[in-house]
């Protein structure tokens, strides 16, 4: 019941729209709303089972701090665990499936076989956490790299960006106070369908709110990607995002630009590994892959499809610039 419920607070179109929710609420904040609100309580009563228990397991110890057991916190790990998680498994290879690329496939049912239950030194205790056998490793690495392509092949391809932008603008507009309601009854009620049909209304409606956005969705009419900052360009100058953007704004206006920057923060993945000789060794200490996983940053720089070839010019002239100074710094 945990696993089914973990993602009940998702919003209309998922993430993309997460930060037009009130400060401080997440969709786990509503995912846990739902499981303690009265609809479900029959559900409860009739499965005895008690909603803090699915709430537990389902949104996991940042929401229960110091509440959960050892068991608690390894079935929660089964579910939304960073390492192993269900969740995580699960949207690479949907997302792939649906997206019709290879890029989110890895070994899911090697990984799953090589799964055990190890113990893990804490301080001055043992905990019991999710491990692989060693034969797993290698499945274990695929994942990381399915969730690499994923990321910077289709969830941060610079089309797919700029809708996340155009409908948090249309969003913005059209919801009362530019937020989602956190209302458990109001959020059940607006799905993809009832947001797509209010854009579809304003596109056709000049006069209604979100209307600009609604209709750059619409008509494909969106934002072009002018730009994309590359490491060389940083290296050059750290600002060269903002000095780009500040130059087209001063020139095309403010309503005309927008930037998208995002860096991926990296750390490493550390679990237990059942070696062959049955020590029992850290996932960081067997492989590079897992000891430094693979990062990423984009910095997009979008304009008005109608100033695109003029931005498209300043553009290469920024760049001609940029690689003068860069003759002058040597």
Request: a negative charge; aromatic letters at 10%; one cysteine or more.
């Amino acid at each position: 019941m945990a696993a089914l419920c973990h993602d009940l607070g998702h919003l209309p179109f998922s993430h993309a729209a997460e930060d037009t929710l009130p400060e401080k609420w997440t969709h786990e904040d509503l995912s846990l709303a739902i499981i303690r609100s009265p609809e479900m309580k029959v559900i409860w009563k009739d499965l005895k089972i008690s909603p803090e228990d699915v709430g537990k397991l389902a949104v996991g110890s940042k929401h229960y701090p110091g509440r959960l057991t050892d068991w608690e916190t390894l079935l929660s790990e089964i579910i939304i665990g960073d390492a192993f998680g269900a969740d995580r498994m699960d949207y690479l290879l949907r997302d792939s499936h649906h997206a019709g690329v290879s890029y989110g496939r890895f070994e899911h049912h090697r990984l799953i076989d090589t799964m055990r239950i190890l113990p893990r030194q804490e301080e001055e205790e043992i905990v019991l956490t999710l491990g692989i056998e060693h034969g797993g490793l290698q499945s274990a690495e695929s994942l990381l790299w399915a969730r690499y392509f994923m990321y910077t092949q289709l969830y941060f391809h610079p089309v797919r960006r700029v809708y996340d932008f155009h409908l948090k603008q249309f969003l913005k507009e059209w919801l009362p106070g530019g937020k989602f309601s956190i209302d458990v009854a109001s959020h059940l009620k607006l799905t993809d369908a009832e947001v797509l049909s209010a854009i579809r209304v304003a596109a056709s409606d000049p006069s209604a709110a979100g209307h600009e956005p609604a209709r750059r969705i619409v008509r494909r009419e969106h934002f072009k990607r002018i730009a994309e900052i590359t490491e060389a360009d940083r290296d050059i100058d750290a600002n060269a995002t903002e000095r780009l953007a500040s130059e087209l704004i001063e020139k095309f206006g403010r309503q005309a630009v927008f930037t998208d920057r995002y860096t991926q923060k990296g750390k490493g993945i550390r679990f237990p590994v059942l070696t062959r000789d049955g020590s029992i060794e850290w996932s960081i200490a067997l492989s590079d892959t897992l000891k430094q996983v693979p990062t990423f940053t984009v910095e997009y720089v979008f304009v008005d499809p109608l100033l695109s070839e003029e931005a498209k010019r300043h553009v290469t002239a920024f760049r001609r610039q940029l690689r003068d100074e860069r003759g002058e710094k040597k």
